[in-house]
């Protein structure tokens, strides 16, 4: 089905933002906008065949202009936290931005999520909406020109695939990833507790206290991160295990059990009132499960929705951060 194409917003510098509609021949329907290459909502049916927008953001352009949760956004170069806002690469010291605390998080001050992707409509592709960015050798600290393409496509069997590629001139480092916030049960349904989830993962990286990863990583089983089978999101959330009590919930990666060659089912959502089942495949070695615990009321989304603390989930299949 042809993908639509409307003006969504216009930059402080006159760059223009486009919105673009990915539709399937079921009724699914995504919205994918240029400024952060986000994903600003996506009906999906439920048991009934009702439709459901199972994405938190909001509800114009100037919402995500001024927003500072990364709902629905790409990330990038480096998702999650580099402690220090430092690396050595090739005896090399570099330096980023320390914009959460004293650790750099999802590649800086204006980071991919916050930059106007250019888009093209991939014709021959069925439902592929390509995105493209330059960023340029020193941005935001890191080296190398780093050519970024990110492919958006919306199949028939209701999966909203997202490849990520990139070259550069220079060594560099790199971990992308998209941030969208889950709720299946509507976007604006409250919180997410009743959720069950799987991660398919027996270890998961350690935090210190600051959400920085030691470099400990530790088996799930007894502990509240054993996500092995479907297990409400709420069930431990509020223990007192370290790890839980530092991200103030869950907010730390997950050791997929994966070969990372193989595409892997790492996940499983479903929120039974609806039926609605999310499956996140992916070939990266970790994936961050964020229960929102940063929400905190004070952004209204699409339909005027007052996003609280755990009223989503995120999933961001990644590399391990901190490396
Ligand atoms: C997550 C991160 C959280 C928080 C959030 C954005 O990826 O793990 O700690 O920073 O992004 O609010």
Known sequence: MAIEKKLFGIMPSGEEVYLYTLKNSNGMKTEICTYGGTI????????????????????????????????????????????????????????????????????????????????????DEPNTLELSYLSKDGEEGYPGNLAVKVKYVLT????????????????????????????????????????????????????????????????????????????????????????IVFGNGYDHNWVLNTNCSDTLKAAQAIAENTGIVMDVYTTTPGVQFYSANFLDGLDVGKDKAIYKMRNGFCLETQYFPNK
């Not at 629905?72 to 480096?78: A, E, K, T, V």
């Not at 799930?220 to 996500?227: G, N, Q, S």
């Open 40 to 123: 600003v909502s996506s009906m999906v049916p439920d048991k009934n065949g009702e439709f459901h927008d199972v994405v938190l953001g909001y509800a114009d352009f100037e919402g995500y202009l001024k927003g500072d949760k990364y709902f629905g956004s790409l990330i990038g170069r480096f998702g999650n936290r580099i402690q220090y806002g430092k690396f050595i690469l090739n005896d090399k010291e570099y330096v980023l931005a320390q914009n959460n605390g004293e650790n750099h998080l999802h590649g800086g001050l204006k980071g991919f999520d916050k930059v106007v992707w250019d888009a093209m409509i991939i014709e």
């Open 156 to 243: 028939e069997d209701n999966a909203l695939e997202i490849i990520y590629m990139a070259t550069t001139d220079k060594d560099t480092i790199i971990n992308l990833t998209n941030h969208a916030y889950f709720n299946l049960s509507g976007h604006s349904s409250g919180d997410v507790l009743d959720h069950k989830l799987m991660i398919n993962a027996d270890k998961f990286t350690v935090n210190d206290k600051f959400s920085i990863p030691t470099g400990e990583i530790k088996d799930v089983a007894d502990t509240p991160m054993d996500f092995r089978t479907l297990t409400p999101i709420g069930k431990n959330i509020e223990s007192d295990y370290d790890q």
